[in-house]
Nanobody, 116 residues
Framework: QVQLVESGGGLVQAGGSLRLSCAAS????????MGWYRQAPGNQRELVAA???????IYADSVKGRFTISRDNAKNTVYLQMNGLKPEDTAVYYC??????????WGQGTQVTVSS
């Protein structure tokens, strides 16, 4: 019933920037948390950044100081601003939203490729 649509991925050179967006549509209720995950080929999916509860934010150590997560509650949208991109950031990025503390929904994934 809820769908998350991601956009903003692409190919960028090292040191460049991208901004990912994830918009939720459908029966939106009680968004408890929003987050961004990534998965590179051959690797586990890992948490990149998240907003939890009352706007508390967490970041993976590898992206601290470079990535910023934010949200627009009126648009049911979460963003990930990625600056100073590195080849190691290359992955498929997925957004996730938790509703009511009981249901998780995932975006379709968007490819981010950083060339050296």
């Amino acid at each position: 019933q809820v769908q998350l649509v991601e956009s903003g991925g692409g190919l960028v050179q090292a040191g460049g920037s991208l901004r990912l967006s994830c918009a939720a549509s459908g029966s939106i209720f009680s968004i408890n948390a929003m987050g961004w995950y990534r998965q590179a080929p051959g690797n586990q999916r890992e948490l990149v950044a998240a907003i939890i509860g009352g706007d508390s934010t967490i970041y993976a150590d590898s992206v601290k100081g470079r990535f910023t997560i934010s949200r627009d509650n009126a648009k049911n949208t979460v963003y990930l601003q990625m600056n100073g991109l590195k080849p190691e950031d290359t992955a498929v990025y997925y957004c996730k939203m938790n509703f009511g503390g009981v249901m998780n929904f995932w975006g379709q994934g968007t490819q981010v490729t950083v060339s050296s």
